[in-house]
């Protein structure tokens, strides 16, 4: 695992090789009963994308019937 973080904090390291690896978290919807988000993944060497993922996923928010 390369990194866990929250909606609207980017998250770059650097790899061995000399490899970027980039992960952006925006966060699209936020309602009551679910949340969209987009995550970026790059994988970059000398300034050039050598690998790109774009993975935009719907959740629903677990509530209390009390």
């Known amino acids: 695992m390369l990194s866990i973080q929250k909606s609207e904090i980017d998250f770059e390291k650097n790899?061995?090789?000399?490899?970027?690896?980039?992960?952006l978290i925006?966060?699209?919807e936020d309602k009551?009963?679910?949340?969209?988000?987009k995550k970026s993944y790059f994988f970059q060497k000398d300034c050039h994308f050598?690998?790109?993922?774009l993975?935009?996923?719907t959740f629903s928010c677990l509530r209390s019937m009390t």
């Not at 009551?32 to 988000?37: E, N």
């Open 15 to 23: 790899l061995p090789g000399g490899i970027v690896y980039s992960q």
């Open 26 to 28: 925006e966060e699209l």
């Open 32 to 37: 009551l009963d679910y949340h969209t988000r």
């Open 50 to 53: 050598s690998y790109q993922l």
């Open 55 to 57: 993975v935009i996923s």
